[in-house]
T-cell receptor
Framework: DTEVTQTPKHLVMGMTNKKSLKCEQH?????MYWYKQKAKKPPELMFV???????INESVPSRFSPECPNSSLLNLHLHALQPEDSALYLC????????????FGDGTRLSIL | SQQGEEDPQALSIQEGENATMNCSYK?????LQWYRQNSGRGLVHLIL?????REKHSGRLRVTLDTSKKSSSLLITASRAADTASYFC??????????????FGTGTKLQVIP
């Protein structure tokens, strides 16, 4: 069982829909991350939150909007996505940001119709 | 070009054999980490080696780091079918904002045949 929980596991949405991905950890970690992973590729960093503040945005399009309501929760709000946004979205956490081992959830498989 | 490139891209071996995969990177690092990803799952942290270390062991895993060549290798000894997975190296570098960002290597897909 993973210590980082992501919901939903699968999501199919149209390009005009609004949906949210959720991530939760109870390890007391103060850094949380969103990654995008296409098939047969490595994870690509999207966002980093450190102590609930956004510290890194890797030039991600505004149709992806992260939110960190508290130290245990991380959301990714989706709006007006494109077919090329179909991918596995992974959430991870670490004790602090920068060089620490990360704990990953099993991801949300997102398909855009 | 990618910060971390791994070779081989794919490796197929018989159970019981050893598997070696390599990672090269471009900028200086504080540490290098190796992760495993089973199909359809998240990544699992395997081992971390610091820039002042040359070799580290954890169970059947042996990691080496050569900072002069900017390369690392992961050796899995006495492989098992359960080791079938993709393996990624990961390095951290400062970004323009002064924060540390992580980059994963291109990955090696290992298949262990029973």
């Amino acid at each position: 069982d993973t210590e980082v929980t992501q919901t939903p596991k699968h999501l199919v949405m149209g390009m005009t829909n609004k949906k949210s991905l959720k991530c939760e950890q109870h390890m007391g970690h103060r850094a949380m991350y969103w990654y995008k992973q296409k098939a047969k590729k490595p994870p690509e960093l999207m966002f980093v939150y450190s102590y609930e503040k956004l510290s890194i945005n890797e030039s991600v399009p505004s149709r992806f909007s992260p939110e960190c309501p508290n130290s245990s929760l991380l959301n990714l709000h989706l709006h007006a996505l494109q077919p090329e946004d179909s991918a596995l979205y992974l959430c991870a956490s670490s004790q602090v940001a920068g060089g620490q081992p990360q704990h990953f959830g099993d991801g949300t498989r997102l398909s855009i119709l | 070009s990618q910060q971390g490139e791994e070779d081989p891209q794919a490796l197929s071996i018989q159970e019981g054999e050893n598997a070696t995969m390599n990672c090269s990177y471009k900028t200086s690092i504080n540490n290098l980490q190796w992760y495993r990803q089973n199909s359809g799952r998240g990544l699992v942290h395997l081992i971390l080696i610091r820039s002042n270390e040359r070799e580290k062991h954890s169970g059947r895993l042996r990691v080496t780091l050569d900072t002069s060549k900017k390369s690392s290798s992961l050796l899995i000894t006495a492989s098992r079918a359960a080791d079938t997975a993709s393996y990624f190296c990961a390095t951290w570098q400062p970004n323009s904002g002064g924060y540390q960002k992580v980059t994963f290597g291109t990955g090696t897909k290992l298949q262990v045949i029973p």
